[in-house]
C-alpha cells in the first residue's frame, strides 16, 4: 500500500511539472495514429502539435479537450477529413485568421477557453453545422458569422455578449439558438425571420428585466414575439417601398409636366 501511495504522489507530482513546463509538449507517436479515424487525447498536458500531424489523413474526430494549449495549431488546417473537432478546456485566448481555412469541419466545440473575439474567416467555414462557444469572454460576434449558411445549432451561453449582429438573421438553416447567460439588452428583429428556427433561450440576460421580454418570459412566447415583429417590419418596408414608388412617380409626372410648361417655344420662321 505504501509503494502504491508513493507511486500515485510521484505521478502527481511529475503531471504538474509536466503541465507547468513552458517548453512545448506535442503530441507523440504521431505515427501511430495516422489510421486512427477517431482519436481522443484528453487531460494530456499536450500545447503542441507536431508537423506530421498533418499525416493524420484519415482523422474525422480529434478530442484535445483539457489540454494546456494557448495558441491554435494550425496544422489542423491541413487535415482533409476533419469533420469534428473538440477543442474544450484549454487556454485559447484567441484564434488565428487560418481558423477559417478548416476544410471539412462540420462541428467544433471551443467551450470553456478565454476567447474575447471570434475572427471574421469563420464566415468562411462553409461545411460548419455546430459551433459551441460556450464558458468563453466574447463580446461581441463578426458579422461574417452570418454566412454560416449551413449552421444547424449555434451555442453563444456563458459569454458576455452586450448585442448580436442583425446578419445573424441569414442563417437560414439555424434550429437552435442558445444565447443564455450575457449582457444582452436587446435582439435583432432578424431572428424572427429564420425561416428554420425551433428553438431558442435567452435566459439570464438583462432583456429579460425589461419590456417586453418580461412580460413574455418564456423562450417559446420570446420566439413567437420576435416572428411577429419581423413579419411586422416586413409589410411596413413593403408598404413604404409601394408609397414610395408611388410618391416617385407622382413626383417624375409632376416634373415633366412643369418642364413641358416652361419649356421656351420655338419661334416659327417666316419665309
Request: charged fraction near 15%; glycine fraction near 6%; charge should be negative.
Amino acid at each position: 500500500m505504501r509503494w502504491l501511495l508513493l507511486c500515485i504522489v510521484a505521478w502527481l507530482a511529475s503531471g504538474i511539472s509536466y503541465a507547468q513546463d513552458s517548453q512545448p509538449v506535442v503530441m507523440p507517436d504521431v505515427a501511430r495514429l495516422e489510421n486512427y479515424n477517431a482519436i481522443t487525447l484528453w487531460n494530456e498536458g499536450i500545447n503542441a502539435l507536431p508537423p506530421e500531424t498533418a499525416r493524420m489523413t484519415q482523422i474525422r474526430h480529434l478530442d484535445l479537450s483539457s489540454n494546456t494549449f494557448t495558441e491554435f495549431p494550425l496544422v489542423l488546417t491541413e487535415l482533409p477529413t476533419l469533420v469534428k473537432l473538440t477543442f474544450t478546456h484549454n487556454l485559447l485566448t484567441e484564434l488565428p485568421p487560418q481558423f477559417g481555412d478548416l476544410p471539412a469541419v462540420e462541428e467544433i466545440d471551443l467551450s470553456h477557453n478565454s476567447l474575447s473575439e471570434l475572427p471574421p474567416q469563420i464566415g468562411n467555414l462553409a461545411t460548419l453545422t455546430k459551433l459551441t462557444v460556450q464558458y468563453n469572454q466574447l463580446t461581441t460576434l463578426p458579422p461574417e458569422i452570418g454566412n454560416l449558411e449551413n449552421l444547424y445549432m449555434l451555442n453563444l451561453g456563458e459569454n458576455h455578449l452586450r448585442e448580436l449582429p442583425p446578419e445573424i438573421g441569414n442563417l437560414d438553416n439555424l434550429w437552435g439558438l442558445w444565447i443564455a447567460d450575457n449582457d444582452l439588452t436587446s435582439l435583432p428583429i432578424e431572428i424572427g425571420g429564420l425561416p428554420n428556427l425551433a428553438w431558442i433561450n435567452v435566459e439570464r440576460n438583462p432583456l429579460m428585466t425589461m419590456s417586453p421580454y418580461a412580460e413574455l418570459r418564456y423562450n417559446d412566447a420570446i420566439l413567437s414575439y420576435l416572428q411577429e415583429q419581423y413579419a411586422l417590419a416586413q409589410r411596413t418596408k413593403q408598404s413604404l417601398l409601394v408609397m414610395t414608388g408611388a410618391l416617385g412617380a407622382g413626383v417624375l409626372a409632376l416634373a415633366g409636366l412643369i418642364w413641358r410648361r416652361r419649356r421656351p417655344r420655338r419661334k416659327k420662321k417666316h419665309a
